[in-house]
């Protein structure tokens, strides 16, 4: 194959140029070629570095993706045994507050047990919320209220040396979220800000109304039309550099030492706001400080936030018969027991294969079967479609301690369950619930 130097000399020698003119022309020529070549390969090379920069980025995400569905996994089954210990705990102190007169320093104690109960299911379901495993709990919130409670937990617990300051508009507008989830993001920005002040400094936390207009822009996020609610974490710290200040959202992203940081900080942060609905903006300068901004929708009819439940003054009570399938010892005791405290007759079974001989037995004697949703060997699943063979009117509660979102009619009705019974549970919830099930339509045996 003739080169392509080759073809040029070939052509230049057809015109018939003198020999002092054939080389000029040849030497311009074959330095235009070597300028191509280089050009060319300047261009291969780019590209080659764009392609193994993009192989890179998608296999970073991809990495990162793994973690987290590992997380996801890692969580999830924590969950589940936690809950199942966090069950007989949070029921047996609510129990326990039955039998013993109120505004004693048992029924305290017993209250005490409770409420501590409470607040570590809260941390399980705020890490199924995280990993994407539960659907956060929406309710009008106030974001003081938050606030200060992030802010309580967090003067226990900074450095000294840091000074509190907080700024709230009033009237403060409500804004649709779940509380716990809020707090916990609030926290983890407060624990940032004061690694960020080792000498100390100061520490805001301000909210005040913001509206965009279609047109306003968060950290290259457009802001859509609308009435929100901002609050403002602000310190006096050592600030972000400018060049990492687009990965800090990122997962396991962080400038701690190892064993000193997760880097989860912050994604769990922008994973809450934008679970919300919201937006989050980051605006730091070197040795002057940080500020983080969030920006949650206000909500469309003001109601009140946080409002305290009404006290039920009578828990209902039943007489039916109840089966009750569950592979652990704990929440099948429990169940039993709580049921029986509220009048009605349990039958347990610690497995699938053993309810389903139960009820086989004696099919017209059970009311209502409350099932688990993970057993080892027949799930409960698999459980009801082989109990409504037997039975196809049985009346079903699906319970379970890996995700709430298992209760949304979506979730539960095609697997024909009747409710879902989120663990862990209170006496009054365990009550409620069963009787709304046993109420909603007449029994046809």
Do not use: W
């Not at 013993?100 to 047990?113: D, H």
């Amino acid at each position: 194959m003739t080169s392509p130097r080759s073809r040029i000399a070939e052509a230049v020698d057809g015109i018939g140029l003198s020999g002092n003119q054939r080389d000029e022309i040849l030497r311009r020529l074959e330095t235009c070629l070597d300028a191509l070549v280089r050009a060319a390969a300047a261009e291969r090379d780019e590209r080659v570095e764009a392609l193994s920069a993009r192989v890179r980025q998608a296999e970073e995400q991809l990495a990162q993706a793994q973690k987290m569905e590992a997380i996801g996994r890692l969580t999830g089954g924590i969950a589940h045994d936690f809950n199942n210990l966090l069950t007989g705990i949070l029921g047996y102190s609510s129990l326990l507050k039955t039998f013993l007169p109120e505004g004693g320093r048992g029924y305290e104690a017993a209250a005490y047990i409770e409420r501590s109960a409470r607040r570590a299911s809260e941390l399980t379901r705020q890490l199924l919320a995280y990993s994407r495993r539960e659907t956060p709990r929406f309710r009008p919130v106030d974001l003081r209220k938050v606030t200060g409670e992030a802010i309580e937990i967090l003067a226990r617990s900074v450095n000294k040396n840091i000074e509190i300051h907080t700024d709230f508009h009033h009237p403060q507008e409500p804004v649709t979220g779940d509380a716990g989830t809020l707090v916990r993001a609030l926290l983890n920005l407060g624990v940032n800000a004061s690694d960020a002040m080792p000498g100390g400094g100061h520490l805001t936390f301000s909210t005040a109304p913001f509206v965009s207009d279609g047109e306003v822009y968060l950290n290259d996020v457009l802001v859509p039309e609308g009435r929100y609610v901002s609050i403002c974490v602000a310190d006096t710290g050592c600030g972000i550099p400018e060049e990492i200040r687009d990965e800090v959202f990122a997962p396991f992203f962080t400038t701690k030492a190892p064993g000193e940081g997760t880097g989860l900080g912050l994604s769990m942060v922008y994973s809450c706001v934008r679970t919300h609905g919201g937006f989050v903006r980051l605006v730091s300068s070197v040795g002057v400080g940080t500020t983080f901004q969030i920006l949650l929708p206000a909500m469309e009819e003001s109601g009140d936030a946080d409002a305290p439940r009404e006290a039920e003054t009578e828990v209902p009570r039943g007489t039916e018969t109840v089966l009750v399938i569950d592979d652990e010892e704990i929440p099948l005791n429990l169940l039993c027991d709580v049921l029986r405290s509220l009048g009605y007759t349990t039958l347990p079974a610690a497995s699938g294969e053993e309810g389903i001989e139960i009820l086989r037995y004696a099919p017209e004697k059970v009311d209502l079967v409350i099932v688990d949703r993970i057993m080892a060997g027949m799930d409960g699943i698999e459980t009801l479609a082989r109990l409504r063979a037997i039975r196809t009117t049985l009346r079903t509660i699906l319970c379970s301690g890996t995700s709430e979102a298992e209760r949304t009619p979506s979730a539960a009705v095609p697997h024909g369950f009747d409710d879902f019974l989120q663990k862990p549970y209170e006496r009054e919830t365990l009550a409620r619930k069963v009787r709304s099930v046993l109420d909603a339509r007449p029994s046809n045996n």
